[in-house]
C-alpha cells in the first residue's frame, strides 16, 4: 500500500476542484440539504433541553457536531454510489486517471465543506454556553477532521461494493444510526456499560465523543480514545481502498 | 503499431454473457467507428480499451499499451466518455468540465479557461454556470462532448456521443470532432454520423467484428446497386428488402405498375449494416 501510495502523484489540484464541485456547488445551489442535515441534532438538542432542563445542553452541542460530520459521510454512500452506477461519473474518472485516495480525500474534504454551514452554527452555541476553552475547541476541530476522514472512508467501501443505487439510501441511513445514534454523542459516555462502549468503538464518532467528553467533564484528555480515533482514520481509509471497488 | 488493436479478445460477464467473443480489430485512422446493434459489444469494447473493465482472454492495445499491464499509461493519453454518462444535476457544466480537466491534470486555471472557450464553442455559453438540471437533455450530452474536446488526450472514445442530440447540435459536435486534433473512436447508432466523420468503420455484431473498412470499401459490394424495399426474399421485420442493379430494379418498379408498396433507394452504409445483421443471422 504505501509503495503504491509512494507512486501516486498526489493530484491536489483534482481534490481540491472536487471539493468545489462536490462540496460547494451542494452548498450554493442546494441550502435545503444543509438545513435537512442539521435538523436532527438541532431537534435533539432541543428535546435533551427540555427534558434535563439544559443540564446536558454541552453533550448535545459536542454531540451535535460530531453527529452533522458522521451523518454528512455517511449519506455519501448514497452520492457515491449514485455517481458510480447511475450517472456513472466514477467510470469517467477512472478512465481520466484519478485514484481512489483522490476521490476519497475529495468527498471526505467536500463533505466538510458541506458540513461547514451547520458545525458553525453549532460552534457558536458551543462558545455561547462557555463549552469551549481553546484547548477542547481545537482539540474538537481536529477530531472533526479526522471523523470525517474515516466515516467516508466506511462511505465509500460500503457505497463501491453496492450493485443497485436503490439499496444506496436504505444502508446509509441504517449506518448512520448506528454509528451517530447509539455511540455516546448525545449523552455522557459513562451512562454506557463498559463493554457496550468498547463494542461501539468501531464507529468512530465514539472514541471522538468520549475523548472531547473527557477533557468537557474531567477537564483533562484521555489519549487513549484520540489514538483509537487516529487509528481509524488511518486503518479505515486503507482497508476502503484495499476492498473498495474503483474500477468495473 | 495500430491505435487500437485487439487479437481474440473474449469478454465473459459473471452472469455467463458472452459480449465479445474473440474479437479482431485494428484500426488507425483520425476518427475510427464502431457500429452494431444493441448488445452487439460495443460498450463491452469501449470500457476495456478505456481500462474499465478487464477482458477475460485475449489482447488489446492502445497505442502499443497492454490495455491491462499498462493501464495508468494508457489513462495518461486517453479520454474516455461513457455512453450512460449523465451530469450532477446540482453542478454546472463549468464545474463538470473543469472538474475533469484538473482530474487529467490540468492546472486550476487552464482548466477554467479551456473549459469556458469549449463549452462557448459547443453553443453552452450562456448556459454554463447554470445547474445541469435546468439544461435539455441535448445540453446534458454536450458537457461531456466538451470534456472530450477540452480534455487534448492522444485518444478519445465517445460511446454514442451525438444520442439524443437535435440535428442541429449533432452538427455543432461534428464540426468540433473534426476540428479535433486527438484521434478519436467512437460507437454510434447514427449511419449517416459513421458516413460524414469516420475514415475507418468497424461493424461488430454478437461480438465478433463482422466487417472493417473505409467506407468506400465497405461499400464495395454494393457498388451499382440499389435499394429494394418491398419487393424480394430477405425480409427485415414485416419489411422485404433486396439489392439489386438500377436495371433490375427498374424491371421490378415496372412489372408491378410502380406498385407504392415498392420503392427504390440509393445504397448507403445501413445497407451494408443490414446484410451483416442477416449474414451473422444466418449463421
Same mark, same amino acid.
Given at each position: ?83 458510480? &452506477?447511475?450517472?456513472k461519473?466514477?467510470e469517467l474518472?477512472?478512465s481520466a ?11 471526505? &474534504? ?30 474538537? &476541530? ?14 465509500? &467501501? ?91 | ?30 476518427i ?14 469501449i470500457?476495456?480499451?478505456s ?26 493519453i486517453i479520454c474516455s466518455i461513457p455512453q450512460?454518462v449523465?451530469p ?5 457544466p463549468?464545474?463538470h468540465v473543469?472538474?475533469y480537466l484538473?482530474a487529467r491534470?490540468f ?7 479551456v473549459s469556458?472557450g469549449v463549452l462557448?464553442e459547443l453553443?453552452l ?16 450530452r454536450k458537457i461531456f462532448v466538451a470534456m472530450a474536446i477540452a480534455s487534448n488526450a492522444d485518444l478519445v472514445f465517445l460511446d454514442e456521443p451525438t444520442v439524443?442530440l ?6 455543432e459536435v461534428w464540426g468540433a470532432l473534426r476540428r479535433l486534433r486527438s484521434r478519436v473512436v467512437l460507437t454510434t ?8 466523420l ?86
Open positions: 500500500m504505501v509503495s503504491r501510495l509512494k507512486r501516486i502523484n498526489f493530484n491536489w489540484k483534482f481534490v481540491l476542484v472536487y471539493i468545489w464541485f462536490y462540496g460547494y456547488s451542494f452548498i450554493k445551489r442546494g441550502p435545503i440539504y444543509v438545513l435537512s442535515y442539521l435538523a436532527l441534532p438541532l431537534s435533539l438538542l432541543f428535546f435533551i433541553y427540555l427534558i434535563t432542563k439544559g443540564s446536558l445542553i454541552y453533550f448535545a452541542i459536542l454531540g451535535g457536531m460530531i453527529s452533522i460530520v458522521t451523518n454528512n459521510a455517511l449519506t455519501a454512500v448514497g452520492d457515491i454510489s449514485f455517481f458510480k &452506477l447511475e450517472l461519473i466514477q474518472l477512472v486517471g484519478v485514484y481512489p485516495i483522490e476521490y476519497l480525500f475529495g468527498i471526505s &474534504l467536500g463533505n466538510l465543506l458541506f458540513s461547514l454551514p451547520g458545525l458553525l452554527l453549532f460552534i457558536f452555541l458551543g462558545f455561547f454556553y462557555k463549552i469551549f476553552g481553546i484547548s477542547l475547541f481545537l482539540w474538537t &476541530l481536529l477530531n472533526l477532521f479526522l471523523v470525517m476522514i474515516s466515516s467516508t472512508s466506511i462511505a465509500y &467501501l460500503v457505497a463501491s461494493r453496492l450493485n443497485h443505487v436503490r439499496s444506496s439510501w436504505g444502508i446509509g441511513a441504517l449506518l448512520s444510526v448506528i454509528l451517530t445514534m447509539l455511540p455516546p454523542l448525545y449523552y455522557p459516555y459513562k451512562l454506557l456499560p463498559t463493554a457496550a462502549l468498547y463494542s461501539l468503538l468501531f464507529s468512530p464518532a465514539t472514541p471522538a465523543s468520549v475523548f472531547l467528553q473527557g477533557i468537557l467533564i474531567n477537564g483533562r484528555a484521555n489519549f487513549f480514545y484520540l489514538i483509537i480515533v487516529i487509528i481509524e482514520t488511518i486503518a479505515y481509509p486503507i482497508i476502503a481502498l484495499k476492498l473498495g471497488r474503483w474500477e468495473s | 503499431m495500430g491505435i487500437v488493436t485487439t487479437k481474440n479478445l473474449t469478454k465473459v460477464y459473471p452472469n455467463g454473457t458472452k459480449a465479445l467473443d474473440k474479437l479482431n480489430l485494428d484500426l488507425n485512422s483520425r475510427s467507428c464502431i457500429i452494431g446493434r444493441n448488445g452487439a459489444g460495443k460498450t463491452t469494447l470500457r476495456i480499451l481500462t474499465q473493465l478487464r477482458p477475460t482472454s485475449g489482447k488489446a492495445e492502445i497505442m502499443g499499451y497492454d490495455v491491462v499491464r499498462d493501464r495508468e499509461k494508457i489513462r495518461k450512460e449523465k450532477v444535476g446540482i453542478a454546472s463549468l464545474e473543469a472538474m484538473t491534470g492546472s486550476i486555471r487552464d482548466a477554467l479557461k469556458r462557448t453553443g455559453g450562456h448556459f454554463m454556470n447554470k445547474p445541469s438540471d435546468e439544461l435539455s437533455g441535448g445540453m446534458k439524443g437535435d440535428p442541429i447540435s449533432r452538427l447508432h447514427y449511419m449517416e454520423e459513421a458516413e460524414a469516420c475514415e475507418e468503420i468497424a461493424i461488430i455484431e454478437k461480438g465478433k467484428v463482422v466487417r472493417s473498412g473505409s467506407l468506400e470499401e465497405l461499400m464495395e459490394p454494393l457498388k451499382g446497386k440499389v435499394r429494394v424495399e418491398g419487393y424480394g426474399e430477405m425480409k427485415i421485420g414485416s419489411m422485404n428488402i433486396a439489392y439489386l442493379s438500377k436495371e433490375e430494379a427498374k424491371i421490378i418498379l415496372d412489372k408491378y405498375n410502380n406498385d407504392r408498396r415498392i420503392s427504390i433507394k440509393p445504397v448507403s452504409l445501413e445497407d451494408v449494416f443490414i446484410l451483416s445483421g442477416v449474414e451473422v443471422e444466418k449463421d
